[in-house]
């Protein structure tokens, strides 16, 4: 219980710190959508016409009931569908008509107003059509379970609307007539006569359907629409052998398949093999033995003793894997063996109660025959049963007298539009369509956005988080000319992470990667070599990207002149390619223009060579990658590169290829030392989990251009 407390908290914690990254950015389009459609909805309200409302209240007295002769009149009731039918009086139609008749509202242009073509109206047509629009403005309701009936009016004039509630009291209480209680007594004595002996009919049909039951052994369940026990009983029975044949099917299959990979020598096709825990743990035991064994070899030759003990030692890994996978494919056979024998049985369950089935079928058509006829006993019974009750309920229900005990008042004002509730209506309203926005747009981002989607779900340390400069075409150029920006730190923060604080084992190649193109890939790469020559290392940054050549549109050097290409190709030397920078201890060797060709480039002894002669000339060799996803030299480059960063678009790049690249590079064996995020909204949770006080140190980066 404590666990599951504990988790249920920290799911919280997570919900309640997305939403507060999301409010942190998109605040200004939740407080934009608020704002507007409050405004819209507290313009509407004003434009609204206002709506008076009268009320008159009528209480309905079973006490003054002339037709009660009872001793108790104090202990005398009226039941609530006769104070309904009153309330159904007072809203008819024609008590409507009355109301139009006496205060003359088929003349008020508030009630009725002509058709601007067609024929001219009747004198009827005109009274029925502000009847109708008197009763939409009318409404007339028991209050709660009194004897009370409140009638209200609504209109554009107070006066109005009190004067035609204060009518409908007058038009009701004249037309109020009573019941003749001697003829509803009469006709109650004769219903219960003839509901005796329609019983009687009743109670003998049921006897016949129970007899009839009885002798066939028919067992029908509680349902309404006469199902048996037997029908009831084969349906559940018949997913069941359904579910059993199909799973039977299933494993039979597996079992099948695990044969042919087995005769094969394919096991380690055989997905169950694959999954096993047993055999996995086996084969990485194996992986570490053959490279204990490779290492000894390599060492101390095939003739060392601990070597023939470790090649004992894998010869029993290898054998302990061939029985697991052995005993995986016998264990496909037992559940194959199992789901037929359970599947036979049930269709041996089946077969009986489809035989069962078949007998009362044959019964349930004289079955059939006796419960219509006890069923139109039993409805003529119900009828008669109901018509007696309104008869007893007419005999003890006389007619209600009534009486006035609120008279309308001129409302002082109105009662709708309700300015004040429809304002914060309009408000809440806002504030919600402005939710609603904001999330649409969250769920529309793909793109990776967190810490944890780094650390947890790619298995990488966040080196660090690049704040997006927005209105800057060139932000590595920022390093130069604001030093002491968020930008500049964050970029020294990935230096002292890659080379170590106190300077050991450094390494000497950097490759900087990405999934996609457009990530910031280049701009980073440029701008990390320009951290490292700010710190006094000698930095050479070479462009490798030859299809793109992205380098030559931001680097400030001199890029006509031979670069990558032609090195590869052995048309130029290291000294003719390598170009200085505006920093002095920062070259580069660009690519002239985008280049295309099916040959292998770095396929050849020329990129090792190349790196090499830099390598003894530079302290740093940072080397600006094609994009992984989609081409094949970013990743035997990557493999060449004592380090690897990972450079991801935050909000933009999605994880399916963020862990496509981080896959294959830990697959071609590269040191991929971590990855950052580049163009990060500094409003943002992944900004703020890795400056968690960036907030407190806005005094030490100078220059609003620096912020996001």
């Known amino acids: ?127 029925d059509a502000a009847a109708t629009q008197l009763s939409q403005v009318t409404d007339v309701a028991r209050e709660k379970l009194t004897y009370i009936i409140a009638i209200k009016v609504a209109s554009l004039n107070a006066d109005k609307a009190a004067k035609i509630a204060n009518e409908y009291t007058s038009a009701y209480m004249d037309g109020k007539v ?87 020598g394919k096991l380690d096709a055989i997905t169950e093999v694959r999954n096993s825990v047993t055999i996995q743990d086996l084969r990485r035991q194996r992986a570490l033995q053959v490279q204990t064994l490779t290492d000894m070899a390599n060492r101390y030759g095939p003739r060392y003793p601990d070597y023939i003990k470790a090649s004992k030692q894998l010869a029993d890994i290898d054998q302990q894997l061939q029985q697991e996978e052995i005993r995986v494919v016998q264990s496909l056979r037992a559940d194959a063996d199992a ?24 019964a ?28 007893r309920q007419a005999a003890q229900n006389s007619m209600a007298q009534a009486r006035v005990i609120d008279v309308a008042k001129v409302p002082m004002k109105p009662y709708w539009p309700r300015r004040d509730l429809m304002v914060l209506v309009s408000l809440v309203l806002g504030l919600g369509i402005g939710v609603g926005v904001i999330t649409a747009q969250e769920l ?39 030093p002491t920006s968020q930008f500049a730190e964050a970029l020294r923060n990935a230096r002292a992470t890659l080379m170590g604080v106190k300077g050991e084992l450094q390494p000497k190649i950097i490759a900087m990667t990405s999934s996609l193109p457009s990530e910031g890939k280049t701009t980073t790469a440029l701008a990390l070599a320009r951290t490292m020559a700010l710190n006094g290392q000698r930095t050479i940054i070479v462009d490798v990207d030859v299809r793109r050549a992205q380098m030559r549109n931001i680097i400030d050097a001199d890029v006509s002149g031979p670069g990558t290409v032609e090195l590869l190709r052995g048309e130029t030397t290291l000294d003719e390619a390598i170009q200085p920078t505006r920093l002095e201890l920062l070259h580069s060797i660009a690519v002239q223009k985008p280049y295309f ?30 994009p992984l996803v989609g081409l094949a030299d970013g990743r035997f480059l990557a493999a060449l590169a004592d380090a690897t960063v990972l450079a991801i678009r935050w909000s933009y790049t999605p994880m399916n290829a963020v862990s496509s690249a981080v896959g294959w590079l830990r697959a071609d064996g590269t040191n991929l030392v971590g990855a950052l995020y580049t163009m990060v909204d500094q409003k943002s949770q992944a900004y703020n989990s890795y400056y968690y006080y960036s907030n407190k140190y806005t005094d030490y980066y100078e220059g609003p251009a620096t912020k996001g």
């Open 1 to 127: 219980m404590k666990v599951s407390t504990a988790s249920y908290e920290a799911r919280l914690a997570d919900v309640i710190a997305k939403g507060k990254d999301v409010l942190q950015r998109r605040w200004k389009m939740l407080l934009a959508v608020t704002l507007l459609v409050t405004a819209l909805g507290v313009g509407a309200t004003f434009l609204l016409k206002p709506y008076y409302q009268g009320i008159a209240r009528l209480q309905i007295d079973p006490k003054q009931n002339p037709l009660n002769h009872t001793n108790n009149d104090a202990q005398a009731q009226l039941g609530s569908e006769a104070i309904e039918t009153e309330v159904s009086v007072i809203n008819s139609l024609d008590t409507a008509r009355q109301v139009v008749r006496r205060l003359k509202l088929d003349q008020d242009p508030e009630f009725f107003k002509p058709a601007p073509s067609g024929p001219p109206l009747t004198a009827d047509q005109k009274l």
């Open 178 to 264: 009573g019941i003749d209680i001697g003829t509803a007594a009469r006709q109650a004595a004769f219903f219960d006569q003839q509901l005796t002996k329609m019983g009687d009919d009743a109670r003998q049909a049921d006897e016949k359907i129970a007899k009839f039951e009885a002798d066939n052994g028919i067992v029908r369940s509680n349902n309404k629409d006469g199902e048996t026990i037997t029908d009831q009983q084969i349906a559940p029975l018949a997913m069941q052998l359904a579910t059993s044949e199909a799973l039977s099917a299933e494993m039979r299959a597996k079992h099948v398949a695990a044969q042919r990979q087995l005769s094969a």
């Open 339 to 362: 789901a037929d024998a359970q599947a036979g049985s049930l269709r041996g369950s089946m077969a009986q109660l489809q035989a069962k089935q078949t007998a009362d079928a044959r």
């Open 364 to 391: 349930s058509v004289t079955l059939a025959s006796l419960q219509r006829d006890a069923d139109s006993k039993h409805a003529a019974y119900d009828r008669m049963a109901a018509t007696t009750m309104d008869a």
């Open 444 to 482: 529309m981002v793909t793109g990776m956005m967190t810490v944890a989607q780094v650390e947890d779900e790619l298995g990488l340390p966040l080196i660090t988080a690049i704040p997006l400069l927005r209105g800057n075409d060139m932000p590595a150029d920022m390093l130069m000319d604001k």
């Open 597 to 626: 060709t099916s040959d292998n480039l770095f396929g050849t002894q020329a990129i090792h060579d190349i790196l090499e002669g830099l390598s003894a000339r530079y302290d740093v060799v940072i080397l600006d990658l094609p």
